[in-house]
């Protein structure tokens, strides 16, 4: 029997079911649609003891994607190694089809490392293993693999694999590059020992070279020697000489390669630098068995260290001379070409064989023995040549047509407008400029002692026997005569004889140029009229000096 | 021995008697078991004369496609003749040796 008290809440009763019942509906039905209509990534499914997430393809995507193109291969490998899943990073790696990896065993490309690769497998996933694994073609695959059991109901361990070639190959590149710089290390210890060497060699040399030069001037001024001892004693002097050069070339090999050469810079002509050169090694002897030219044009003026750049032209003739046989011909041409400077030393020698051409500026190289092989070198004369024309901002090239057919060595040297010091140059006569009379009748002597002249600035006429001489004398008398005493015609002491007996006669001053180490020809000499003497080869500083002590004297 | 990775296996000289093919997708857990469980009975049943390719059809869908797959897993024996398949839980034993065209166990 329905009470009074029911039957209104029957009525809300069924009114608050049928809301409840619309609004279950309503839910239902929204995910009835969203579901249809694709909004839902994923069923949360009741199990029995817990919720399992149920995921869509679509909420799956982006991870599936990450791994199949991730840059490190990927497996899923189960207890005995059977590939279950890979990605095609990994069938790359190991050469083979992705239908053949998935369903092998991976343990097939671990090699001799089976039980590393076990431990791995059954590891807690913070181990690493470096490994080379075989791919299919045989090729060792250098690899890091890093593996870790998945919290799948099946027994899954997802592998990992880091290809390591690219490491490799940089790891090789870094030992390489450390391998060498040790060697470079290694290597410049090693020169700079040889430099510090060659330092002291040098400088341990000068005192006995200078000993024996000491005692070797001791020997000229000792007395007539009988002829075997003063040839031995001019053989001492040549060969110490030889000595001294070869050595202060050493050291200054080392000042250059060190960086310890200093040049003093001036504006200066370059055919000066190389008229006193020349005229240097003519007074030394050492141009008599060769025909040397001099081809100048206008002056040409540079910048550079006088004492060096005489070095230069020093060493090129030196070098040819060595390797050009007595007869032959040395040329020294000047000429400008653009903004340079050039200086061509051209022999008739030996000539220098195309191997050895690119070699020749390195130090201590040296071509075959010359043909007159009377002194031998370092090999440094042209290294120190190629360093001081580099420092002077210049280049030196080396051409040859190979054997017997001679070589031209170029300096260029860039020009500069920049006058020459005040007073006349710095190189220039530090005694007043003289008309000078030179008398000598060996032709290569009286051109080079008439160069040297002229280069300090003296205007040089010349005569080759005694009688032209004193007529020269007589019609144009000079400040100065330097004559050389055994002459055709009469000899010089006739000269200064006739020469004094003249009625200016004694307002010349005149020289006698004796030959080497034969002093009592000096007593004769002043006693036939001389004012002084000078030792054949004639040495520049020599004759200033000497023309000094003659101005001094004359006063009187 | 020249075993092209598409549909026309070539049963040359020295190629194994047995051509099969399975089709899963990823490693989805019914993939990675379908995988396991042919390989193992294949190793077990046939070993040294079968030859498995794998395909996973999100990496490799034209194979997929050439194939005319509907369901995955499917499980394929291409060779020896005749050609059978079989779908869904492809690691029943007994299903599986029936597709392989190998006489039941007792």
């Given at each position: 029997m329905a009470t009074p008290h029911d039957v209104p809440h029957d009525v809300d009763a069924l009114r608050d079911e049928n809301i409840r019942?619309?609004?279950?509906?309503?839910?239902?039905?929204?995910?009835?649609?969203?579901?249809?209509?694709?909004?839902?990534?994923?069923?949360?499914?009741?199990?029995?003891?817990?919720?399992?997430?149920?995921?869509?393809?679509?909420?799956?995507?982006?991870?599936?994607?990450?791994?199949?193109?991730?840059?490190?291969?990927?497996?899923?490998?189960?207890d005995?190694?059977?590939?279950?899943?890979?990605?095609?990073?990994?069938?790359?790696?190991?050469?083979?089809?992705?239908?053949?990896?998935?369903?092998?065993?991976?343990?097939?490309?671990?090699?001799?490392?089976?039980?590393?690769?076990?431990?791995?497998?059954?590891?807690?996933?913070?181990?690493?293993?470096?490994?080379?694994?075989?791919?299919?073609d045989g090729t060792p695959v250098p690899v890091m693999l890093a593996a870790r059991e998945l919290p799948t109901d099946e027994k899954s361990v997802c592998l990992i694999v880091t290809d390591l070639s690219d490491q490799q190959a940089r790891r090789e590149l870094e030992r390489e590059v450390d391998r060498r710089q040790r060697v470079e290390h290694t290597l410049r210890e090693a020169d700079r020992r040889k430099n510090e060497f060659l330092a002291m060699l040098g400088h341990e040399l000068r005192n006995p070279l200078a000993a024996i030069s000491g005692a070797v001037r001791l020997l000229e001024h000792a007395g007539a020697l009988e002829p075997k001892a003063a040839w031995a004693r001019d053989v001492i002097a040549r060969q110490s000489q030889h000595l001294a050069r070869m050595v202060a070339d050493l050291l200054d090999v080392g000042r250059v390669t060190s960086g310890k050469l200093e040049l003093s810079a001036q504006?200066?002509?370059?055919?000066?630098?190389?008229?006193?050169?020349?005229?240097?090694?003519?007074n030394a002897g050492q141009l008599a068995e060769h025909r040397i030219e001099l081809v100048f044009g206008p002056p040409l003026r540079v910048l550079g260290d006088a004492t060096r750049l005489e070095q230069v032209v020093g060493n090129l003739v030196a070098n040819a001379l060595r390797y050009t046989p007595a007869g032959g011909r040395i040329r020294l041409a000047l000429s400008r070409q653009g903004e340079m400077a050039a200086l061509q030393v051209i022999d008739t020698g030996i000539g220098i064989p195309a191997d050895l051409l690119p070699h020749v500026f390195d130090l201590f190289v040296q071509g075959p023995a010359g043909p007159d092989r009377t002194e031998a070198g370092l090999g440094i004369g042209l290294t120190l040549v190629q360093q001081i024309v580099q420092l002077h901002g210049g280049t030196v090239d080396v051409a040859s047509d190979g054997h017997g057919r001679g070589a031209t060595f170029t300096v260029y040297l860039p020009l500069t407008s920049e006058p020459l010091p005040g007073g006349g140059g710095g190189s220039r006569s530090r005694v007043p400029s003289r008309r000078v009379l030179l008398v000598e009748d060996h032709a290569d002597s009286r051109d080079m002692l008439r160069l040297l002249l002229e280069a300090r600035g003296h205007k040089v006429a010349v005569a080759q026997d005694g009688p032209s001489a004193v007529e020269a004398i007589a019609a144009s008398p000079p400040d100065l005569a330097l004559v050389d005493l055994g002459l055709p015609g009469f000899d010089g002491y006739e000269v200064a004889r006739r020469t004094r007996a003249l009625p200016d006669g004694n307002q010349i001053t005149l020289v006698a140029l004796t030959g080497y180490g034969q002093p009592e020809h000096q007593q004769q000499a002043a006693a036939a009229g001389f004012d002084g003497h000078l030792t054949k080869p004639v040495d520049v500083n020599e004759l200033d000096g000497l023309l000094a002590k003659i101005k001094r004297r004359r006063k009187v | 021995m020249g075993r092209a990775i598409d549909d026309s296996y070539d049963v040359t000289e020295g190629a194994p008697a047995y051509q099969l093919h399975l089709f899963v997708t990823g490693a989805s857990p019914r993939s990675l078991a379908a995988v396991a469980g042919v390989k193992a009975l294949c190793e077990e049943l046939l070993p040294g004369r079968y030859d498995l390719v794998v395909t996973d059809v999100y990496q490799e869908p034209e194979l997929a496609r050439r194939q005319h797959l509907v369901v995955t897993p499917t499980f394929v024996k291409h060779a020896p003749p005749p050609v059978r398949s079989l779908v869904g839980d492809v690691t029943n034993r007994g299903r599986l040796i029936a597709a392989l065209g190998l006489s039941p166990e007792p």
């Open positions: 019942l619309r609004e279950q509906l309503e839910e239902a039905e929204a995910v009835l649609a969203a579901i249809r209509g694709g909004e839902i990534d994923a069923f949360v499914i009741a199990e029995r003891h817990d919720d399992r997430v149920y995921t869509l393809e679509t909420a799956d995507r982006p991870y599936r994607l990450m791994v199949e193109h991730m840059q490190e291969g990927a497996a899923l490998v189960n005995d190694s059977t590939v279950c899943y890979a990605n095609a990073r990994l069938a790359d790696l190991l050469r083979l089809p992705l239908g053949s990896l998935i369903g092998g065993r991976f343990d097939a490309h671990v090699g001799d490392r089976q039980a590393e690769f076990r431990e791995l497998l059954a590891g807690d996933g913070s181990a690493r293993l470096e490994l080379a694994l075989t791919a299919a504006p200066l002509d370059l055919d000066e630098i190389v008229r006193r050169t020349v005229a240097g090694l003519q | -």
